[in-house]
């Protein structure tokens, strides 16, 4: 049901195509108007979809503002957008990060800024896409669709190795999603031979899943394709290369919204379409997930290039998002969906920072930096905020949803609360190693001492991140509140599906050595 | 006794009219003095314009000439349609590019139109014999094309090669159907179809073993693994109009031929067709795609992903559904608009007497013209089969024909072949934005027609791409026979 | 049907001595009447067909194939000129330029 | 009410912000604004105070914080004995502290950044004291322990503040990993983490969960209260400014674990093997803290042991489940070691940074009032009678006895013993004796600004003891107040007469003094030492190498875990492995594409032979079928 009788999600999605349009009509040289042009579309997408926010109706877990149009009818594709409580904030995310990323790259880009720019919108109408598309094929396109715009985008704005990173990006994500591919068809197929109807819609494709034996490779091949999006543990040694040779707002994008369409995949296939399978394999991910937490914190403590921290950084927190979503219960499933709000926001300022030093001084490795806060204190408080809430500490977004995954996790399994919560250190430990090479101590290279603090611009931009990670961090109530009634339908449609045959997880895994602990409020919470 | 009455004519009305235009131009190139040949091209455009018109008011009905040896259905239809649209390119293609390699003489037109005419009866008949007269017409004509530009080495030893290799395998061709003549006494599928199904053991397995003889010929044509040889030498040779038309159009018939052959005529051993073609499929993915990451001559790339997508079209006929053969048709529509488009783009960037163009050629090529770049870009996303592009939407219905006959392990395999295919389409994106040092002056053949050439290919493969409904429901059901 | 399966042999051997022919030789023009071979022993095949089967519908494909045989050597012919004012020879292991 | 309350929470959030936003244009200002905020919360906190004594309870939520699934945790403040106890104390200490930085931070670069710092400080320990559910409390956990981080490396030109900051902020986080686990077995059990659900359905809990979530939540306050395993961060932390170290390290942060043991009373009442554990690691910690004070030499690092110890025996008071001695005893050791803190930081601030005793001696000519002072606070924690320590030691010592842990007592006698002795060893060394002050120094008086904090300081640690701890009409004034929250939790054992406990202690005290001044002052003091340290050379060796502790932990964990993580981790697993891995598949593409192009010789008889190879194996196989 679409409560505002005008097609909003496809004006979101296709606004920036029409930016395109007009960016061509503009000469090359006039680079101001091109940036202005850019940017002003994308705010106007941002503010649109805010709109979302307000009309947005949290008592129903239906999808809303949705569009529906036959595409192919004779095959049962519609081109069919909508959104509820799992996918309304990551648009917002989305249009969100684009807004900031393109307002950060006014002094970085100065080579080619036309074609930038049209990358740039055809990468936030990709994005969108995938974000709001409900028909299973759409969302197929879309998702191939948007890897364009950011191979392009690293391949010619990057950096040194750029053709590589661009090269080994594009073919991992590729191969992984032509897997997905065949699995789409085989569900369409198969669920034709169960039901009768051909149909591509997703919600009907979860409302009555596979039997047991026919998930399998299913859940396998979305697997894979969504593992290694995220990046989980053995599929993320893209994340670095691209991450490294990517232009500043590039990695913004591709840290704060790319790495959600892999999270997002599962809540929309994985989980809804083969039940029975997530519980059996639930195991699986949440162990990949536990080691992703912790192989990525510590390797990212001997990384000596600030931009390689952050994408092991990245693959930490995420590890946290796939813990407390397969955790299957409310506090682990939103803090995974909160998780991945709070990613894009303290992860891409993380990218801005480095960005900002990077366009000074044109280097990332740490051996560089040293005694900055001296130099550049605005600069030096803004970092610690944005770094504090990647660290989780209370009272900024990273604690509230590591929080949450850490009480999913704790009542899916208590060893998993157990060992997870030991992240937490591992995690300040990097991050304050990071933060003392770059910032304290008295630098000892001359070059740092010229550089000059941030100007309106950069102000303005990290101010509004930080902004956004202490409101969250202070009253994530609206937020959280949206979720509740999407949240509740999925999990009591997974679980429903628990008691026929898999082995329930937690039941088998009772600690022993401590003491037979016998759990009394199974379902207090 | 035989008689004919102008009913019979009924079918073939697509073909008299482009024979009509040919024999126009025959007489009309006697009368044009040397320095204004284009006029040719031009009757050529007109008359292709014309039968397209002529095939698409007459789409929908089915008539049978000739006591069925002609056939006019929705099938051939939409072939002639395939067949039209890519003699048209090819000719906008090769209107300027002719008279800069001095080949301007009138023939080259009347000759292209012959070959589509054979064509166009080779796709709609289910007589073997008129069968292996189109295809030798078609393969003679083919010859003389590809050795057009007479003082070139390479075309020269092209169509040595094209000639040699066809006609060994058209003889194999008329061995089988000799073989198939001799075993039911009548070389028509539809009265095949019925004495195969009643069969003993015996005469089915001649009956496959004719049928294999006739795979080598059609295999030859559409460059299936291991008569696939010929291609990447040819497409590099032949000048590259010729290649282009001859990358779609005589595969196309042929596809059209041998999915008559094998849903009519080989109907009952499909069982036995299908595990053959199953590896054939496969081993002509993989050879197309593998050898073509080494490449570094454009021309010859696209030869080696004709093959590849010859594979790909296979597996859409191993699935043996109405999807599967739909798909087929619909890929070979899509095919034209991506691979023409592809050409177009080697001619584009091909300079004067200088044989087969690197991919090196291309460096710097995004930024010196965005357009064509921008068009190149979409091309290669397009073969590489990634959303919004026909070539996705094509090979996702050969795929999903295949996960439907339950080929799972098929399509698996045709997916990875597609993402292995993405480093080289990509690679020609990589030397064409991000590789720095520009070559001196990109050279460029600054002709309208080919630029109109470019843009009919863009705008093809994104439309269909994106709106592929009303040409996907006509091919899904065309192959209903 | 008397028994026609020597007669088909013969056609059979004939058919590999032309496929051999095509492989092995190296002048272009022992390679066409190899073909030339091979094309008229598929013919043979229907002649015998057709007589031992009592209709004559089959050696009226073999004129049909026997016009496509001749024209197909006409072709032959003019590419087997142009070789030679490109190459002056007609050797057909000379012309390997393109390879790989 | 609740409304005074938030008020006076957040009034030092008030300072904190004008300072760190305005800092530029308030630059000298800074002082006066800080103090003023905590002037102002400090106001607020009297009336508060007087309400709780009066009985009444504030617990109100401001709003919902998180609420997800049916776990609903509120933002809010509860007022109560207990809380009200730490809101004075707190309040009152900080607010001296920062008049007494105005003079001492005077002319440091970054004043008014130290001074945002500080009231952020005191506004997370305020929300710690305040906080009505886990969850409010361990925002201020983590908030104070962020604060000691940046206040710690607050010089961070110098990279051993900068390491001591990183060192204090990830062992008190290793602590926090215990107190996360100890909130989430809570919120599993009772499905809220606020005080009035859990504490009176607390007797749900099956005794070997609340023993598990005690041990936990224990594990975290030994992070933040610097106990055994993870004290080494406090030593290390005196990098900072001295009023930093005043008030985050002796008088409130410390002590937050011994507060949030004393809050979750009623769940330690149940387990008896966890406040057993609380109250022996409580003991341990004491002595063997005050076996590494004995021999140091640096002024604040003793404080820091001693610090250590004290906190030690408010543990045990809080684990033998008196709870309210634990905490009498937090609130006068806040006021004298406050008071040392400031006066050493004063001796520091006259020496121009020499924190040496060896470099100084006989100050108390050039220091009179501070040398008097320091006394004062020396016989107040040796536990001499008129002054506080010896009323709140006493009552510790006197509660584990009766309340049956004779070898707690025990230690607890010896550490007595020994805090005397290290306490008048610091006095005597520096403020006695020659002076060994080298030349170009000429120490001169505090100025008045920092010397009146210390004379109030001084006045407190004297009475406060006597006010709280002397017996009126029937029962002990803080006894009663702080049972109204959390009653002694286990009954008496042995029944001692009193007077023999207080004899027994203020021996334990005037015999270290006396043993002090024998090692010290007269002439012959210097050989008697050197034989002593002849004699006990190993016992001696250890006590000034600190048992090696710090040692250990970096070759056991720290720099194995650096080397596996980057040797091993990233060179080997994630370059070599799965890096290469991912790079050899495409290889393999490419490799047999290169094997597979051979096939293409460009001889037209190898494609003839291709085309007629194709044919024959097909047909052979079909042709084989049929046999």
């Known amino acids: 049901m679409n409560q505002l009788h005008f097609p909003i999600l496809s004006f979101i999605t296709f606004w920036p195509l029409l930016g395109v349009f007009i960016l061509l009509f503009i000469n090359r040289k006039n680079e101001t108007a091109i940036r202005i042009v850019t940017f002003v579309f994308m705010l106007i997408d941002f503010l649109v979809s805010t709109l979302l926010y307000f009309y947005f109706d949290p008592t129903t877990w239906q999808p809303q503002f949705v569009d529906k149009i036959p595409w192919i009818s004779s095959l049962g594709m519609n081109y069919y957008l909508g959104i509820d409580g799992l996918s309304l904030f990551l648009v917002i995310l989305t249009t969100f990060l684009s807004v900031v990323g393109q307002f950060s790259t006014w002094s970085a880009i100065k080579e080619k800024v036309k074609e930038f720019n049209i990358v740039f919108l055809l990468l936030l109408t990709g994005m969108l896409g995938v974000f709001e598309s409900l028909d299973a094929f759409l969302f197929y396109v879309f998702w191939e669709f948007e890897l364009i715009p950011m191979y392009l985008m ?32 085989a569900t369409y197929f198969l669920f034709h031979h169960y039901t009768g109807t051909y149909t591509f819609d997703m919600f009907q494709l979860a409302s009555h899943p596979l039997p047991h034996h026919l998930q399998f490779w299913l859940f396998l091949a979305f697997f894979l394709a969504f593992a290694i999006k995220v990046p989980m543990f053995p599929f993320h040694t893209w994340l670095p290369w691209a991450h490294v040779e990517a232009p500043t707002a590039g990695s913004v994008l591709l840290a704060g919204v790319l790495l959600k369409m892999g999270t997002y995949g599962f809540l929309r296939f994985n989980l809804p379409m083969f039940p029975s399978m997530t519980h059996a394999l639930g195991i699986l991910v949440i162990v990949l997930a536990i080691t992703g937490i912790f192989y990525g914190a510590v390797v990212a403590m001997v990384q000596p290039d600030w931009k390689k921290l952050v994408a092991y950084s990245s693959v930490s927190h995420l590890g946290y998002a796939m813990l407390g979503m397969f955790a299957l219960n409310s506090q682990g499933m939103e803090g995974s969906i909160m998780e991945m709000i709070n990613h894009g926001v303290s992860t891409g300022a993380l990218f801005l920072m480095v960005g900002i030093l990077y366009e000074r001084r044109h280097t990332r490795l740490f051996s560089e930096y040293g005694g900055i806060a001296a130099i550049m204190p605005r600069y ?45 250190v591992v995690s300040a430990v990097y991050l304050l190693m990071m933060f003392q090479k770059v910032f304290y101590v008295k630098t000892r290279n001359v070059k740092n001492l010229g550089l000059k603090d941030l100007d309106l611009r950069e102000t303005v931009y990290m101010g509004i991140c930080v902004l956004g990670i202490l409101w969250i961090g202070l009253y994530p109530n609206p937020l959280l509140s949206r979720m509740h009634v999407s949240v509740e339908h999925l999990l009591q449609h997974v679980n429903s599906y628990s008691k026929q045959i898999t082995i329930n997880v937690d039941k088998n895994l009772t600690c022993n050595k401590l003491a037979k602990i016998n759990v009394i409020s199974r379902g207090g919470l | 006794m035989i008689s004919y009455s102008l009913a019979d004519f009924k079918p073939i009305v697509p073909e008299l009219v482009l024979l009509f235009f040919t024999f126009l131009i025959l007489f009309v190139d006697f009368a044009i003095p040397k320095a204004k040949k284009k006029i040719n091209g031009f009757i050529a455009l007109i008359g292709v314009v014309i039968t397209f018109v002529v095939v698409l008011s007459l789409y929908g009905s089915s008539w049978t000439g000739f006591n069925d040896m002609i056939v006019f259905d929705k099938a051939s239809g939409f072939v002639n349609v395939v067949l039209l649209l890519t003699a048209f390119v090819a000719i906008l293609m090769s209107l300027d590019f002719i008279k800069r390699e001095e080949i301007n003489f009138g023939e080259y037109y009347e000759i292209l139109l012959f070959s589509l005419v054979a064509m166009q009866v080779f796709g709609s008949t289910y007589n073997l014999i008129v069968m292996f007269l189109a295809v030798e017409t078609l393969s003679i004509a083919m010859y003389i094309l590809t050795a057009i530009k007479r003082n070139g080495l390479r075309s020269t030893e092209a169509a040595m090669k094209y000639f ?280 460029s053949f600054p002709s309208p027609y080919l630029r109109a050439a470019i843009a009919i290919g863009a705008v093809g493969t994104i439309l269909f791409g994106v709106a592929p409904g009303s040409v996907l429901n006509a091919a899904l059901s065309s192959i209903v026979f | 049907m008397q028994y026609y399966v020597p007669f088909l042999m013969v056609a059979f051997i004939l058919f590999a001595v032309g496929a051999i022919g095509v492989l092995v030789r190296r002048n272009f023009f022992v390679v066409l009447m190899s073909l030339e071979i091979m094309i008229n022993s598929a013919g043979l095949v229907f002649v015998i067909l057709s007589y031992f089967s009592g209709t004559i519908s089959g050696q009226v494909f073999f004129i049909f194939v026997a016009a496509v045989a001749a024209s197909e050597t006409a072709v032959g012919l003019a590419i087997a000129v142009l070789m030679y004012r490109v190459r002056h020879t007609v050797d057909v292991t000379e012309f390997s330029i393109m390879k790989r | ?241 001295t009023p930093v170290s005043a008030l985050i390290h002796a008088a409130t942060m410390v002590t937050a674990g011994v507060y949030m043991v004393a809050r979750s009373a009623p769940l330690y009442a149940l387990s008896p093997t966890g406040s057993l554990v609380v109250a022996s690691i409580g003991a341990f910690t004491a002595f063997f803290a005050a076996t590494m004070a004995l021999t140091h030499f640096d002024l604040k690092r003793i404080l820091a042991y001693s610090t250590i110890s004290q906190i030690g025996y408010m543990m045990i008071g809080v684990g033998v489940g008196a709870y309210w001695t634990g905490m009498f005893h937090l609130m006068t050791h806040a006021f004298f070691k406050a008071l040392l803190f400031l006066s050493a930081g004063a001796v520091m601030h006259a020496m121009h940074g020499i924190l040496d005793m060896r470099l100084m001696g006989g100050l108390r000519h050039k220091m009179p009032q501070t040398c008097a002072v320091m006394i004062i606070a020396s016989l107040a924690i040796a536990g001499i009678p008129p002054l506080s320590g010896f009323f709140s030691k006493d009552h510790i010592l006197g509660e584990a006895l009766m309340l049956g842990h004779p070898i707690i007592w025990m230690v607890g006698v010896i550490t007595a013993f020994m805090t005397a002795y290290y306490m008048f060893r610091m006095v005597f060394f520096t403020f006695f004796g020659e002076s060994r002050v080298p030349e170009g120094l000429h120490p001169h008086e505090a100025p008045n600004v920092m010397l009146v904090p210390l004379w109030v300081l001084a006045v407190g640690s004297i009475v406060v003891g006597a006010i709280f701890g002397i017996k009126m009409h029937g029962h002990i004034p803080i006894e009663h107040f702080i049972s109204l929250t959390s009653p002694v939790a286990f009954p008496k054992v042995y029944e001692v007469n009193e007077s023999l406990l207080i004899i027994i202690s203020i021996v334990a005290g005037v015999l270290g003094i006396a043993v002090a001044w024998l090692s010290y002052i007269p002439k012959w003091a210097p050989k008697w030492r050197s034989w002593f340290v002849r004699t006990f050379h190993p016992l001696y060796r250890c006590c000034f190498n600190l048992w090696w502790v710090d040692e250990v932990y970096n070759c056991l964990f720290c720099r194995p875990f650096w080397h596996v993580s980057e040797r091993f981790l990233w060179k080997v697993v994630d370059d070599k492995l799965i890096d290469a891995g991912v790079d050899d598949v495409g290889r393999i593409a490419g490799l047999a594409g290169k094997a597979v192009r051979i096939l293409q010789t460009g001889f037209i008889n190898n494609y003839a032979y291709w085309v007629s190879a194709g044919a024959l194996i097909v047909c052979g196989w079909y042709l084989l079928k049929i046999m």
């Open chain 4, 1 to 241: 009410m609740e409304w005074l309350l938030l008020l006076c929470v957040l009034s030092p959030a008030v300072g904190c912000i004008i300072n760190g936003l305005f800092g530029r244009w308030t630059y000298r200002a800074a002082g006066v604004i800080g103090s003023t905020f905590l002037g102002i919360s400090f106001a607020l906190a009297i009336p508060l105070i007087i309400y709780a004594i009066q009985g009444h309870i504030i617990d109100y939520d401001y709003y919902h914080w998180i609420i997800s699934g049916k776990l609903d945790v509120p933002f809010g403040l509860r007022l109560d004995s207990l809380s009200a106890m730490m809101l004075g104390v707190v309040t009152f200490v900080s607010f001296m502290i920062h008049i007494y930085s105005i003079g001492y931070m005077g002319g440091h670069k970054g004043y008014a950044r130290f001074f945002a710092y500080l009231n952020l400080f005191v506004f997370a320990m305020l929300l710690l004291c305040m906080g009505n559910n886990y969850l409010t409390l361990f925002i201020g956990w983590e908030g104070v322990g962020f604060c000691s981080y940046i206040l710690i490396g607050y010089y961070y030109e110098k990279k051993t503040a900068a390491d001591a900051g990183r060192k204090a902020f990830v062992t008190t986080r290793i602590g926090d990993v215990g107190f996360t686990i100890g909130i989430l077995f809570i919120i599993l059990y009772f499905g809220s983490v606020k005080f009035t659900d859990i504490f009176p359905q607390a007797h749900i809990l099956p005794p070997m969960i609340a023993t598990i979530i005690t041990l936990a939540l224990f594990f975290g306050a030994t992070g933040k209260s610097a106990q055994f395993p993870l004290y080494v961060w406090l030593p290390d932390a005196m990098e900072g400014p």
């Open chain 1, 380 to 424: 030096a408080v803004l970092a610690g905020v944005v770094t504090l809430s990647s660290l989780g500490l209370p009272g900024t977004n990273g604690f509230i949803s590591e929080f949450l995954c850490l009480i999913g996790a704790f009542k899916a399994n208590i060893w998993y609360g157990i060992v997870v919560a030991g992240g937490a």
């Open chain 1, 154 to 185: 690293i391949g010619i704005w990057g950096g040194p190795h750029r053709v590589f990173a661009t090269m080994k990006f594009f073919l991992y994500t590729f191969a992984g999603s032509v897997f997905m591919l065949v699995a789409i068809m």
């Open chain 2, 164 to 443: 040699i290799l066809g006609s060994f395998a058209s003889s194999f061709l008329i061995l089988g159907i000799a073989l198939i003549y001799g075993l039911f006494g009548t070389v028509d599928l539809l009265r095949t179809k019925e004495l195969l199904t009643g069969a003993d053991t015996l005469h089915t397995w001649i009956a496959i073993v004719s049928f294999v003889l006739i795979l080598v010929g059609f295999g030859f044509k559409i460059a299936a693994f291991p008569f696939h040889a010929w291609t990447p030498d040819v497409y590099e040779g032949a000048i590259t109009p010729i290649s282009a038309f001859m990358s779609i159009a005589p595969k196309a018939a042929s596809f059209m031929a041998l999915m008559r052959l094998l849903v009519v005529g080989m109907f009952p051993i499909q069982v036995e067709w299908t595990k053959l073609l199953w590896v054939i499929a496969v081993f002509t993915m993989f050879f197309g795609n593998l050898v073509a990451l080494w490449q570094k001559d454009l021309k010859r790339l696209l030869g080696y992903s004709s093959i590849a997508h010859a594979g790909y079209m296979l597996v859409g006929i191993t699935a043996a559904n109405s999807l599967g053969y739909g798909a087929v048709l619909f890929y070979l529509f899509g095919y034209i608009f991506m691979n023409l488009g592809a050409f177009s783009v080697a001619e584009y960037i091909s300079k004067k007497d200088v044989e087969g163009c690197l991919i090196d050629d291309l460096r710097g090529m995004g930024y010196k013209y965005p357009l064509t770049g921008a068009a190149m870009l979409i091309f290669m996303f397009s073969l590489a089969g990634v959303p919004p592009t026909v070539g996705f939407v094509g090979k996702y219905y050969l795929f999903s024909a295949a996960v439907k006959s339950h080929l799972y392990w098929l399509a698996v395999l045709g997916v990875i072949n597609s993402a292995i295919s993405a480093y080289f389409y990509l690679n020609i994106i990589v030397t064409m934005y991000m590789k720095g040092g520009a070559k001196e002056e990109v050279v």
